[in-house]
């Protein structure tokens, strides 16, 4: 059965920096492309970053650029995402994803399992 568990997701104060961590299990991991995801109340799911199964190639979207890093170590079958200089418009749940296909991919519909979240709240 495969399971992914997030951690880390808190209340900060804007300007503030947390790291996210996801552990996988049940699936071969360093198989997997996996991403963040975030989600705010009344909004649609939206990509964050995304990493190669290698960790070799990353992509985030145009808002975290800069503020956000994405890692992975295989060897521990955990994904990570460092989180910093946040501002109020972060807060959301988060989510990690892992994704079969070898592109890495920005929409939900192409990763095949989900964690179940973890909020991030970040205060003005």
Not at 6 to 29: D, I, K, M, P
Not at 76 to 104: F, G, H, I, W
């Amino acid at each position: 059965q495969v399971q992914l568990v997030e951690s880390g997701g808190g209340l900060v104060q804007a300007g503030g920096s947390l790291r996210l961590s996801c552990a996988a299990s049940g699936l071969t991991f360093s198989r997997y492309i996996t991403g963040w995801f975030r989600q705010a109340p009344g909004k649609e799911r939206e990509f964050v970053a995304t990493i190669m199964w290698s960790g070799g190639s990353t992509s985030y979207t145009d808002s975290v650029k800069g503020r956000f890093t994405i890692s992975r170590d295989n060897a521990k079958n955990t994904v990570y995402l460092q989180m910093n200089s946040l501002n109020p418009e972060d807060t959301a749940v988060y989510y990690c994803a892992a994704d079969r296909s070898r592109v890495l991919h920005t929409t939900p519909s192409w990763y095949d399992y989900w964690g179940q979240g973890t909020q991030v709240t970040v205060s003005s």
